[in-house]
């Protein structure tokens, strides 16, 4: 079990340019999460995914775009990177709440750095 | 909307003693809250948690309490030892699906 991998490690962008995050979980969870840390900021949530073929906005959406055609893949999207999207971003994922508990579970992160 | 405030931003403390973290939530509807250890350069991992029908949970050194009246919660580790430092992250569910973080402390144990 590899748990949650995410692809890139590390990525540089230059403002303008396009990139997407992808994360992979082999765990057949049904929810899945985008956040990104700040300094200072803890963890903020982008977008979620309460299964296959669903997303949904979260605190801080705005730039970032995200799809989720196979349950075991979630995809975030910038279509223009920005300066202020320079960011550490984490994908979690969750067994179906209800019945199978609520930890999230993290994958090692990728960090961007946006010129 | 919703926040959870989380303090001290950083903690110092000697090996043996004991630490503790707090926070605060608004969302009087949130009956669960997790407790995330982030080690350096890796993804957050869960500790330990609680819910809104316990008053306290203990795990070996580890304890979380929660005062639902107050809207606070709290991480006690005892005999803090050099490998506990790290970053730690209060949560407290809002919702059906989500987590909201607080902003994380940091946490140093000298030996």
């Known amino acids: 079990n590899a748990g949650v991998t995410q692809t890139p490690k590390f990525r540089v962008l230059k403002t303008g340019q396009s990139m997407t995050l992808l994360c992979a979980q082999d765990m057949n969870h049904e929810y899945m999460y985008w956040y990104r840390q700040d300094p200072g900021m803890g963890l903020r949530l982008i977008h979620y995914?309460?299964?296959?073929?669903?997303?949904a906005k979260g605190e801080v959406p705005d730039g970032y775009n995200v799809s989720r055609l196979k349950k075991q893949n979630f995809l975030l999207g910038l279509e223009s990177a920005a300066p202020s999207q320079t960011s550490v971003y984490f994908c979690?994922?969750?067994?179906?709440?209800?019945?199978?508990?609520?930890?999230?579970?993290f994958g090692p992160g990728t960090r961007l750095l946006v010129l | 909307g919703e926040n959870v405030e989380q303090h001290p931003s950083t903690l110092s403390v000697q090996e043996g003693d004991s630490a503790v973290i707090k926070c605060t939530y608004s969302d009087s509807a949130s009956n669960y809250f997790p407790w995330y250890k982030q080690e350096l350069g890796k993804g957050p991992q869960l500790i330990i948690d609680?819910?809104?029908?316990?008053g306290e949970k203990k795990d070996q050194r580890i304890a979380v309490t929660l005062n639902k009246t107050a809207k606070h919660f709290s991480l006690h580790i005892t005999e803090t030892q050099p490998e506990d430092s790290a970053v730690y992250f209060c949560?407290?569910?809002?919702?059906?699906?989500?987590?909201?973080f607080g902003t994380g402390t940091r946490l140093q144990v000298f030996p």
């Open positions: 979690a994922s969750s067994p179906f709440i209800r019945t199978s508990g609520e930890t999230q579970y």
């Open positions: 949560a407290a569910k809002v919702g059906t699906d989500k987590l909201i």
């Open positions: 609680i819910r809104s029908n316990v």
């Open positions: 995914s309460v299964g296959e073929g669903t997303t």
